[in-house]
């Protein structure tokens, strides 16, 4: 097919720009900047965003609401000049998706000339604000925040798309970070190629968009983190700070580094910068403006870097040369890092054992550590992955992660420490780790001594196979430890059994992690039983059917109004079918938030007859003031007292008794949830375990 004159003066246009670019690359940034760029053009197109985009489509003018309140949280910021049509679609975004947080849209007309003046009038909700002269973007920008009425500003651009829940997560961002003093957004190009997660500046005061034209989800480009500075076409910053600043520098007028200006300001006064991508913002890059430094406004962008480089000349000093390739190990060149090895990442929701290893993570990131996560199994964990990426940790997946050998060869020698979680996934990551990151502290998490477990469940069970498995697992797991710099428990009662069995092993303690959540509903308003437990986890499953068959129908004999609740995933047909046969007895399967039944369920059963570790089921509800039944082997290595802290019962009968007894006694109950939320705050708390985690992975 031949090309018309418009495709080929469109196709030589290109070309030319390119060539153009890339002559001005290699004399600002050098042949290994160039070339990196290079090679991201020629590669295929990035996959799309995981979640998909929102663009509204062109439609003629109608009048429609935007979101508005009189006492907002955030006053969102959006200087114009001409292009109404880039306005409205802007606006008709933040209608069809407004936030959770209270805010006003304040547009401050820098004098356009088209329909901008005619239409916005009509937008109902919208404060619509004409300057008396024009000034240019600086100056509107400082105009509009000083009429604004937020707690926070938001300044956005008007050639901008908002996607859902934007405005939420920048928001969110100061609450999760009380440093935090600018957040920007992530930037995508409308055909969602990434154009920007946060800005890198070099020691010349030049600037690197990190990430532009590759996948907006690539694991390097989708967690929180400092930045040096965060683009003017989106980000969020508190009102009281702005006005503590000044604004943006008139200096920079008309425009042009007035935002790195501002995030290098917000950095002197002891704030971080951050890049928020759980907020993302399509950007029609270069609508105001161009992209051409040569002519028009956009050459202020030369002049301006001059001037700011002059400014912060100290400060650049130690910024990355010119030419630098920003990735992962240079952007966190100042900070110890952390590898994590698991299967999968931690679902907190799910299992006590990724609640811990979930609030592990957050005391590291309070260290000041930067935190790499990679599951093995490759899978991408939806909300999970996203928490963690929300939080700043650096989460690979597929297709982004190809396979572990490959990834450490290229990451290997940035870590300073590597925990691996589990015996058998430390025994595979092992030789990799020792070729790839020889330099690194190696830490093997057990979550509990699984040989110990297994040891007992054949014990139970007096299976011969099942006892020859344990000590395979033993042998497995000893041999892993002698590999290791440091071994992990989460017990007391384990580490004295390490004593006898490995004494030569270096063991640190971090137990189960648990916020103390409070005392929950009072005795007279709660009721039934509760027990919590994933059932693919055998001394769960044991311990339900167990209680089931034998203990819950003694206390239905003395208690026939009791229920109880079984809450956990993976209950299999046996267990089903038995509490089909016994009153009372409600399987929920997996729930999604088991507060409610922590903090309205009077007490909670521990019936396990085999284990090892801590049982994070009882550490939950101690930390809701929940009264907790159980046996000896459930108990162990918890600092628990029978009496005092905790029931204690390993008979049927007497296990029945003792639930019954507590259940009926208003003043004992009330004893039990006071000593568990002590329990819980002196030995499972985050507090509790900073100086251990200080000694594992910093020291």
Known sequence: ??????????????????????????????????????????????????????????????????????????????????????????????????????????????????????????????????????????????????????????????????????????????????????????????????????????????????????????????????CDYCSGAALMLPRALWDQLGGFDTRYRPAYYEDTDLAFQVRAT????????????????????????????????????????????????????????PGPALLHRHQRQVLILDEEVPQPARDSGSLRQFNLIRLLLQQGLHVVFVPVRREHGGAATEALQQLGVEVWHAPFLTGLGGWLAEHGARFAVVMMVRHHLARECLPLLQRHAPQARRVFDTVDLHYLREQRGAQISGDAAQQRDALRTRHNELAVMAQCDITVLVSSAEREQLLQDAP????????????????????????????????????????????????????????????????????????LALAATQPGVVMHGFVEDITPFMEQMRICVAPLRFGAGVKGKINLSMAHGQPVVATACAVEGMHLRDGVDVRVADQPHAFADTVVALYRDPVQWQQLADAGLRNVAEHFSLDAARAAVRRVFVD
């Open 504 to 575: 030569s092993v270096h063991v640190e303690l971090i137990s189960n992690l648990h916020e103390v959540a409070g005392s929950g509903a009072p005795y007279t308003q709660r009721r039934d039983l509760v027990f919590v437990g994933g059932f693919r986890h055998r001394p769960n499953l044991d311990a339900m059917h167990w209680f089931i068959s034998e203990i819950f129908p003694r206390i239905r004999q003395q208690l026939p109004q009791v229920q109880l609740h079984c809450i956990g995933a993976g209950a299999p047909d046996s267990l």
């Open 270 to 325: 002891g704030l971080r910068t951050l890049v928020q991508p759980a907020s993302r913002v399509i950007h029609d890059e270069g609508t105001s403006n161009g992209t051409d430094t040569r002519t028009g406004v956009k050459a202020y962008q030369v002049r301006n870097q001059a001037v700011f480089a002059e400014r912060w000349a100290p400060v650049l000093a130690s910024h990355p040369a010119p030419g630098s390739v």
């Open 1 to 226: 097919m031949s090309m018309s004159w418009a495709q080929a003066r469109s196709y030589l246009n290109r070309v030319s720009g390119m060539v153009q670019r890339g002559l001005a690359s290699l004399r600002t940034r050098g042949w290994r900047a160039t070339w990196q760029r290079v090679r991201v053009h020629a590669r295929s197109p990035a996959a799309p965003p995981l979640r998909p985009l929102y663009l509204p489509g062109r439609q003629p003018f109608a009048p429609f609401a935007v979101p508005c309140s009189p006492t907002p949280q955030a006053s969102i910021v959006i200087p114009v000049y001409n292009q109404v049509e880039h306005t409205l679609a802007c606006l008709r975004a933040l209608a069809a998706h407004p936030p959770q947080a209270t805010i006003e849209i304040l547009v401050i007309d820098d004098g356009s000339s088209d329909q901008t003046a005619q239409w916005l009038p009509q937008v109902q909700g919208l404060r619509y604000e004409v300057r008396e002269r024009n000034g240019g973007f600086i100056e509107a920008c400082n105009d509009a925040v000083a009429r604004s009425r937020g707690t926070y500003v938001v300044l956005l651009n008007n050639d901008t798309v908002p996607q859902p829940g934007w405005l939420d997560a920048l928001l969110n961002t100061f609450t999760a970070c009380p440093q935090a003093g600018m957040v920007g957004s992530q930037l995508l190009y409308p055909d969602g190629r990434l154009q920007e997660s946060g800005g890198v500046v070099f020691a010349d005061g030049s600037g690197w968009s990190y990430g532009r034209f590759e996948s907006a989800d690539d694991p390097r480009y989708a967690s929180l983190r400092d």
